[in-house]
Nanobody, 118 residues
């Protein structure tokens, strides 16, 4: 099985920073893509940033230059981070870690709340 455990969300004032982390463990043989998505009530889950199948980074237009996605590999785990700077109230939402593994199967974390006050 595959587990994704997120941490690092919270409440921050506009202009502040937060760092999200996601630990991916389990039966990881091939990582096709990894990324962070955001969802607000009543709307679909949208891409924030990801590593695509070619290993390139992709950012939503709204976060370019403010957010940085990174990845670290350990022996039996993979860690995905999202450094968020110059946060804006529009960045508020539940952030989900996502990974697409062998056979193209997607996995999601439980989500972590990020709230940016004006």
């Amino acid at each position: 099985q595959v587990q994704l455990v997120e941490s690092g969300g919270g409440l921050v004032q506009a202009g502040g920073s937060l760092r999200l982390s996601c630990a991916v463990s389990g039966r990881i043989f091939t990582i096709i893509a990894m990324g962070w998505y955001r969802q607000v009530p009543g709307k679909q889950r949208d891409l924030v940033a990801k590593f695509n199948s070619g290993g390139d980074t992709v950012y939503a237009d709204s976060v370019g230059g403010r957010f940085t996605i990174s990845r670290d590999n350990a022996k039996n785990e993979v860690y995905l981070q999202l450094q968020m700077n110059s946060l804006e109230p529009e960045d508020t939402g539940v952030y989900y870690c996502n990974t697409v593994l062998q056979r193209g199967i997607p996995y999601w974390g439980q989500g972590t709340q990020v709230t940016v006050s004006a």
